[in-house]
């Protein structure tokens, strides 16, 4: 009988989950449900597709989360360079390769796909193929997606959609720079 | 020449970031703040105002980085008792009276005040009380006040504000029950 509790669909679901919009907290708001995992005992990958920025201190809280947190920073090794495409969709392919095993293992129960969204955009991820993969993932895998400009078709595979819409930002409006242990 | 740089106002300003809307993660953003804080050796201090809400993973992953993360949980002692608004009130009070002077003291460069946007909203707390502690708080500290509704005076006080809409929620539209790790 707990078994069949256990896989009956309504009690476990692995989500699909965007957060998106101009505003604060995408990424933030996912390393805050990497934390909550981890607490729980359930073991987290982040790929972190955009360069450099993690020289954050989030990096330093998860090392010291291991092995419970994993993480993969693109900013290692990857190069990002708008002005040659190609290449471009070379550094996202070698993200992708990484972490779309880590997804269908069903050995992390978190897997946060950090920034997927601003590569989905620029088309240096082949949309189906990443589709796809959630599409297909073991059931009990929630991924998180983040990112600015989430594909519709993202959305509409999505379990659970935030969009995170900046109201007010104070170094816009009053060019207040950037400041440690909230910005980076 | 040093000291005048860490005064300038542009090099080091105090913020005060407002969560709202009805989507999720105005928690969890403030939450990966945390993380991010206390991994560059900022102190955190968080109150959450509301009850039974730290049996989630957090509390356990926060315990583990005490010092530098401390926390004071509503749910321990405190009751809400929403027929009863002036023992509302109460319990309002003696958890304001408790963050006030942590604010004040500037030994915690970042504050968190969870789901106070509901406490104000319901007139449990006093809002000038609230919006002169922040006027006058320390000019180093940042505070995180967090839940649906944010009054009007607070988002025109606020340096940074970000709004989670709710796109689509799973435990609504797909009727699939909250999950463990992402949801608790």
């Known amino acids: ?18 957060h998106t919009g101009d505003g604060k907290g995408k990424s933030t708001a996912a390393f805050g449900l990497a934390l909550r995992a981890a607490g729980n005992k359930m073991k987290v990958f982040i790929l972190q597709f955009m360069k450099g920025q993690w020289k954050a201190g989030e990096r330093k809280m998860f090392s010291q989360m291991e092995p419970m947190v994993e993480f993969e920073a693109m900013g290692d090794g990857f190069t990002w360079d708008t002005n040659n495409p190609e290449q471009d969709r070379q550094t996202a392919s070698k993200a992708w390769e990484i972490v779309k095993p880590k997804i269908l293992s069903g050995d992390y129960p978190v897997v946060i796909l950090d920034e997927i969204n601003y590569v989905l955009n620029y088309r240096f991820l082949d949309e189906d193929e990443v589709l796809d993969t959630l599409r297909n993932k073991p059931e009990s895998v929630h991924v998180i997606c983040t990112g600015r400009n989430a594909p519709p078709a993202l959305i509409e595979l999505a379990d659970l959609v935030t969009e995170m819409k900046c109201v007010k930002h104070p170094f816009k409006e009053q060019k207040i720079p950037a400041q440690k242990g909230i910005e980076f």
Do not use: F
């Not at 009988?1 to 965007?18: E, F, H, N, Q, Y």
């Open 1 to 18: 009988m707990k078994k069949r509790a256990a896989s009956d669909p309504r009690k476990r679901k692995g989500l699909t989950i965007v």
